[in-house]
C-alpha cells in the first residue's frame, strides 16, 4: 500500500472512502467530524441515525469503524471511527492503532482501494501530533489490507511536516 501525503481540506478528495475522526454518538460534532458532516449533507447523518438505532445503539466504541454513505462528498464512503483522548498516565496508542487499521478493514470489506485519513485523535482529543502521525504511519504500514493508496490530509503546513517527519 503507497502511504502519500496532502495538505489540504479532506471532504475535497478524490477516493474511495473517507475516514471521519468521529465521537462515538456518530451524530456530528467539531473539526473534521462537523465539517464531514456539513459538506456531506443529510445524507450521512440519516445513516448514522439508523446504525444508532440498530447496532450502535450506545454508540460507537473506541478503535472500531464503520461506513456510511459519503453523500454529497466526492467519495463513495465514510468510515467514521472513534480515537481515544489522549492520557499521559495511560497509553492508549493501541486503541488509536486500531482505528487506522479497523478502517482500513472496512475499507477493503468495501472494495475501497484509496482511503483519506485525517491525523486521528490530534484535535479536540489532546493527542501529540508527532505521537499521532507515528502511531498512524506504523498502523497502516503494518496493516495488510487490499488497499492500495493511504492518504493522509493534513489541515496545514505544520502538520504536513510533523507526518512528513514521521514517513
Known sequence: MDITLVQGDITKQHVDAIVNAANSSL??????????????????????RRL?????????PIGEAVAT???????????HTVGPVHSPFEDRSELLASCYRQSLRVAESLGARTVAFP?????????????GARVAI?????CDAA??????VLFDASAY???EAAL
Open 69 to 79: 454513505t459519503a453523500g454529497r462528498l466526492p467519495a463513495r464512503w465514510v468510515i
Open 147 to 152: 488497499v492500495t493508496e493511504a492518504r493522509f
Open 52 to 60: 444508532r438505532a440498530t447496532e450502535y445503539g450506545a454508540g460507537l
Open 119 to 131: 491525523a486521528i485523535g490530534t484535535g479536540i482529543f489532546g493527542w501529540p501530533l508527532a505521537d
Open 27 to 48: 451524530m456530528g460534532g467539531g473539526g473534521v467530524d462537523g465539517a464531514i458532516h456539513r459538506n456531506g449533507g443529510p445524507e450521512i447523518i440519516e445513516e448514522c
Open 161 to 163: 511536516a510533523v507526518f
Open 138 to 142: 506504523d498502523a497502516v504500514r503494518a
